[in-house]
């Protein structure tokens, strides 16, 4: 559902008893947020859930995370499907990062995983975990994450790839029950003017692995590919986000998981480019939308291959996973080079 412009104008102005001076939607068409520039010189988000259970839980969440609004947006108010939070800044984290150093892209991740973990442990505190429904229990999710490299050869006329999917299965099928935010992408987060990171879209949370989130995060295609300091990065946050796992297991649970998802972020990004050219990355980025340039493809499958490579299980995938990147990229012509910082970096 396509809410217009003048609708979240009203919202605010009934709500907030405010004058609004200017709306702009952020995202891509289909999004229903808007930042609401108000009389006095202040703003608020404004967001339209299509989804009335999705609403409810965002406002559920919000509500019970008050006072910790450091890490995240503060409820404002709420009618219906309309959720209006304090505005935590124009900084999107993968707007950051596509600008940056490697040395300044740490700092970033680094405070991003933070507040990721601070986000986990104040909901464990608040036992949040009675507040939300479990994610991936349905019949057929975990077969579903398993056969993504499956559809993922198919998208590019492959052989589907062999691998022991029985013990990814065993693996992934072990995950623990915990409050977590999931949808963990850099598009999500905020670089506030403090330098901190929140994070903020609270309609997907639930409850899964804290170590889901920790994937999520590093295996999208906005971070950037600096294997040395990834390797960093979880080495430094793998046991915060294992908790009482232990790092072993934390670490096997990781890389399996990891891989699989961003097999559904490479299936993500071709189903989206179809059999057009690659993405404008500058036009992905402003839209917050699934990043399918060649560039993010690429480093994405990098990435993808170094993580299969660090358990049995996968390991299989990962000589595969390059030879698909290769040929995927190799079909066509690149129709725009992009011009941001980024190094791509070797396998480990």
């Not at 991936?136 to 790839?161: C, E, Q, V």
């Amino acid at each position: 559902m396509k809410i217009k412009v003048e609708q979240a104008s009203s919202v605010c102005r009934e709500l907030l008893g405010a004058d609004v001076t200017s709306v702009s939607r952020l995202g891509g068409s289909s999004r229903n947020v808007w930042r609401v520039n108000l009389a006095g010189d202040s703003s608020v988000i404004a967001a339209h859930r299509n989804q009335p259970n999705r609403a409810l839980l965002e406002q559920n969440i919000l509500h019970r995370l008050h006072g910790y609004e450091g890490c995240l947006p503060h409820l404002l108010c709420v009618q219906g499907p309309w959720i209006i939070q304090s505005d935590l800044g124009t900084d999107r984290l993968s707007k950051c990062m596509a600008q940056g150093e490697k040395a300044g892209d740490k700092v970033l991740l680094i405070e991003a995983l933070e507040s990721l973990h601070k986000i986990q442990s104040i909901g464990a505190k608040l036992k949040l975990r009675d507040h939300v429904s479990p994610i991936g229990r349905r019949s057929g999710w975990n077969k579903n994450l398993l056969l993504a490299p499956n559809r993922l050869a198919r998208l590019g006329g492959f052989d589907d790839p062999a691998y022991d999917m029985q013990t990814a299965d065993d693996i992934i099928s072990r995950c623990r029950s915990m409050f977590i935010k999931w949808d963990a992408r850099p598009g999500n987060a905020i670089l506030k003017a403090d330098g901190k990171v929140a994070w903020f879209d609270f309609e997907h949370c639930g409850l899964r692995d804290p170590l889901d989130d920790l994937a999520w995060f590093l295996g999208d295609e906005y971070v950037p590919d600096h294997s040395e300091v990834e390797q960093e990065l979880i080495d430094g946050f793998v046991e915060k986000f294992a908790g009482d796992l232990g790092e072993k297991s934390a670490r096997t649970y990781l890389s399996v998981f990891g891989t699989l998802h961003m097999c559904i972020r490479l299936e993500l990004i071709l189903r989206r480019k179809k059999d057009g050219p690659w993405w404008s990355y500058q036009s992905c980025l402003n839209k917050d939308t699934v990043g399918a340039t060649r560039l993010q493809f690429l480093e994405l499958t990098k990435k993808a291959t170094r993580w299969a490579a660090q358990h049995p299980s996968t390991s299989p995938l990962s000589p595969w996973l390059i030879e698909f990147g290769e040929t995927m990229v190799a079909r066509e012509p690149i129709t725009q080079r992009v011009s941001i910082k980024i190094t791509p970096q070797k396998a480990a």
